[in-house]
C-alpha cells in the first residue's frame, strides 16, 4: 500500500493531464470526423453517380484499413519523408497529426452512422417534401437531415466511444496521452502494474460510460414520433 | 427501401441536366485533386519507379510482407477462436436464470468493452514479459500473446453481447413453442435459443473478424512482428516507408474487402435457417480500430 501511494504521488499529477489529452484528441477529431461524416453521407446519397461513388470509395478504402497504419502513413510517410509539418512546435504538430488521422478513420463510421440515420426516415417525408417544390439540398437540409440525424443518434454514439478508445492509438503519433503514461508508470513499477492498470481503465470507463448513457438518454428524447 | 430512394425522384430533362453538371465539375475536381498530391509527390521524388518497385519486388514479399501477414493472421485466427470461445461462455452467463451470475457477467463483458484494446495490450505485454522474465513462456513470444489476449477479452465481451441479442431478438414464439413441449428454460436456450442466435450472428461474427483483423495491427505498438511492423522495417531500411506503408494497407483492405463481402453472402444465404435476423445491424460493433 505504501509503494503504492509514493508511486500515485510521483505521478498521480501526470495522470488526469494524460487523460485530457484523450479528452482533447476525442473532442477535435469528433467534430472532424463529423463534419466530414456528414458531407461524405451527403455524397453517398445525392443523385449524382460521380458523388456517389467518391463518397462508397473513401467509406470502403478508410473502413477497411487499421487506423493504426492511418497514424503511421500520417507520421512516418507525411511528415517524416514528405517533410510536411502543420506547426513548428514537435507536440503541436504531432497532436494535430493524430487528430487528422483520427478525424479521417473516424469519418468512415460517422458517415454509415448518419446514412443508417437516413435509412430511418420514411418514404413520405421525401414525399411531401418534394411536393411542396423542395429540391434535393433544401429537402436534405429541412427535412430528411434533422430526422436522420435524431434517428442517428446510436449510431453516432457508438463511433464517439470507438473515437474515445481510439485516441489511445494516438501513441503511434508518440502524443503523450493515457496509454503512453501507463506505459512508463508499469515499467517504472511492475510490482504493481495491476492497480496501474485498473486505474487507467476505470479512468476510460468513467469517460466512455457516461457517453453510452448520454447517447441512449438522447435517442430515447430526441426520437422523432412516428 | 433503399436511401436513395427516399431522397429523389426518377429524374427528368431539367434534372439530368443537373446531375450530369455536377457530375462534370465533381469528375473535375477529383482530377485536380488527384493531380495536386501527384505534383507533390513527384515534387519530393516519390513517384521514382524505384521506390516502389523496391516495395513490390519479390524481396519485399517473400522477407518482409509474407511473414508479416503469416503473423497477422495467425493472431487473428487464434484470436477469433479464442474470442468466440468466451463469447458464448459469458453470453451464456449472461442469459443465465440466476440475477448474480447475470449481473457479474455483465460486468465483466461491459468493462472489457469499455477499456481500449491497446490498454489492455500494453498491460498484458508487461504481464507476460514478467512471465518471460520467468521463463514460463519464451520471452520473445510476449507481444504476441499479449495481442492475442487483448483481442481475445474486446472481441469476446463484444460476440458475447452478440450472443445475448441475438437470443433476446428471436420472436418469443420460439422459447414459447419450447416451453410447450416441456423444455426446460436451460434446455430451451441451449437447444432452441442459442442455435438459432449463432446462425442469425455469423454475419455480425464475420464483420467482427474484420475488425479483429484490424486491431491485430495495433500489435505493432508493442513490438510485435506482424504485418505493419515489417513493412515499416523494410521501408525505414530503403527509405520508402511511404510506398510500404501503402502495400500493408492494400493487402489489409484487399482481406477486409473479401470478409465483409463474405459476410453479405452468409446474411442473405442464412436467412431462411433461422428466426433470428442475419443483417449485421448498420453503425453497429464494426467500428473499431
Avoid at chain 1, 34 to 46: D, M
Avoid at chain 1, 104 to 128: D, K, W
Avoid at chain 1, 189 to 206: E, K, N, Y
Avoid at chain 2, 13 to 28: C, D, F, G, Q, T
Wanted: proline share 4%; aromatic share 10%; net charge positive.
Amino acid at each position: 500500500m505504501e509503494s503504492l501511494t509514493t508511486l500515485f504521488e510521483q505521478y498521480g499529477s501526470q495522470i488526469p493531464v494524460a487523460f485530457w489529452m484523450n479528452i482533447k484528441l476525442t473532442v477535435l477529431a469528433a467534430i472532424g470526423s463529423f463534419v466530414l461524416g456528414v458531407v461524405l453521407a451527403l455524397f453517398r446519397i445525392s443523385p449524382v453517380a460521380s458523388l456517389r461513388a467518391v463518397g462508397t470509395a473513401y467509406v470502403h478504402l478508410v473502413r477497411n484499413t487499421p487506423l493504426t497504419i492511418i497514424m503511421l502513413i500520417g507520421v512516418l510517410a507525411v511528415w517524416g519523408q514528405l517533410k510536411i509539418t502543420f506547426a513548428d512546435d514537435f507536440t503541436l504538430n504531432f497532436f494535430i497529426f493524430a487528430v487528422i488521422s483520427l478525424s479521417l478513420y473516424h469519418a468512415a463510421f460517422m458517415c454509415e452512422a448518419i446514412r443508417s440515420g437516413v435509412n430511418t426516415v420514411p418514404q413520405g417525408q421525401a414525399e411531401a417534401a418534394r411536393a411542396i417544390g423542395l429540391g434535393f439540398l433544401p429537402a436534405a437540409r429541412l427535412v430528411i437531415l434533422p430526422q436522420a440525424l435524431r434517428g442517428a443518434i446510436t449510431p453516432i454514439g457508438n463511433t464517439l466511444i470507438a473515437l474515445t478508445k481510439n485516441t489511445t492509438v494516438a501513441a503511434a503519433a508518440s502524443v503523450a496521452e493515457a496509454s503512453v503514461l501507463m506505459k512508463t508508470m508499469i515499467e517504472f513499477r511492475p510490482d504493481v502494474m495491476v492497480a496501474i492498470f485498473m486505474t487507467f481503465a476505470v479512468g476510460f470507463c468513467l469517460i466512455v460510460i457516461p457517453i453510452g448513457l448520454l447517447t441512449t438518454w438522447a435517442s430515447d428524447r430526441l426520437a422523432v414520433a412516428r | 427501401m433503399s436511401a436513395r430512394s427516399v431522397l429523389f425522384d426518377a429524374p427528368g430533362p431539367k434534372a439530368r441536366r443537373n446531375v450530369l453538371i455536377v457530375n462534370v465539375v465533381a469528375l473535375i475536381g477529383v482530377a485536380i485533386v488527384a493531380w495536386i498530391v501527384l505534383g507533390m509527390l513527384n515534387e519530393r521524388g516519390q513517384l521514382e519507379p524505384s521506390r516502389w518497385i523496391s516495395a513490390v519486388n519479390g524481396n519485399a514479399w517473400s522477407n518482409y510482407y509474407l511473414p508479416g501477414l503469416q503473423f497477422t493472421l495467425q493472431s487473428a485466427a487464434i484470436a477469433v477462436v479464442t474470442s468466440v470461445l468466451f463469447g458464448l461462455v459469458f453470453g451464456f452467463l449472461r442469459l443465465a436464470p440466476y440475477a448474480p451470475i447475470r449481473a457479474v457477467s455483465g460486468v465483466v463483458v461491459e468493462f472489457f468493452r469499455a477499456v481500449p484494446v491497446l490498454l489492455m495490450m500494453v498491460f498484458f505485454y508487461q504481464v507476460f514479459a514478467m512471465l518471460g522474465r520467468a521463463g514460463v513462456i519464451p520471452s520473445a513470444d510476449g507481444p504476441y500473446f499479449a495481442v492475442i489476449v487483448g483481442l481475445t477479452l474486446y472481441n469476446g465481451a463484444v460476440i458475447a453481447e452478440l450472443v445475448r441479442s441475438g437470443v433476446k431478438s428471436l420472436p418469443k414464439g420460439q422459447r414459447e413453442a419450447a416451453a410447450a413441449i416441456g423444455m426446460t428454460p436451460n434446455q430451451s436456450l441451449r437447444l432452441v435459443e442459442v442455435p438459432q442466435a449463432l446462425v442469425a450472428m455469423l454475419p455480425s461474427l464475420l464483420s467482427q473478424f474484420v475488425v479483429i483483423l484490424k486491431d491485430s495491427a495495433l500489435g505493432y505498438l508493442i513490438g510485435f512482428y506482424e504485418l505493419l511492423q515489417y513493412a515499416r522495417q523494410l521501408g525505414s531500411g530503403q527509405g520508402n516507408i511511404l510506398q510500404t506503408l501503402v502495400v500493408a494497407a492494400v493487402v489489409f483492405i484487399v482481406i477486409n474487402v473479401l470478409l465483409t463481402w463474405l459476410a453479405t453472402l452468409l446474411s442473405t444465404k442464412l436467412s431462411s435457417k433461422t428466426a433470428g435476423r442475419t443483417k449485421p445491424r448498420a453503425g453497429s460493433s464494426a467500428v473499431k480500430v
